[in-house]
């Protein structure tokens, strides 16, 4: 088991840009997938992105294709989400979890972090 702390969220305008992180303690960060997903007020659940055990195999939604970046750094046990061209429709509670292998299904994952808000203003 390894848990999640993600931070970072906070307004910004459209257009602009906001490094999420997810910070990990308990077992070794490396040996878990890591994906991204947020919920909007009223909305169901939603895949962003998600990183390979290795960082090698990056993946992201159509939605966000081309705006925001997923990395990882083994040595400070982080996950980032690089977000640029921030819009609205970004605007959402944004959820870092863990598993064995990475999907866009949030169902596999077993580690969860409590969310960060991210507020994308007109």
């Known amino acids: 088991q390894v848990q999640l702390v993600e931070s970072g969220g906070g307004l910004v305008q459209a257009g602009g840009s906001l490094r999420l992180s997810c910070a990990a303690s308990?077992?070794?960060?490396?040996?878990?997938?890591v994906g991204w997903f947020r919920q909007a007020a009223g909305k169901e659940r939603e895949y962003v992105a998600r990183i390979s055990r290795s960082g090698a195999i990056r993946q992201y939604a159509d939605s966000v294709q081309g705006r925001f970046t997923i990395s990882r750094d083994s040595a400070k046990n982080t996950v980032y989400l690089q977000m640029n061209s921030l819009k609205p429709e970004d605007t959402s509670v944004y959820y870092c979890?863990?598993?064995?292998?990475?999907?866009?299904?949030?169902?596999?994952?077993?580690?969860w972090g409590q969310g960060t808000q991210v507020t994308v203003s007109s």
């Open positions: 979890a863990a598993g064995a292998r990475g999907t866009s299904d949030p169902q596999p994952y077993d580690s």
């Open positions: 308990g077992r070794t960060f490396s040996n878990y997938a």
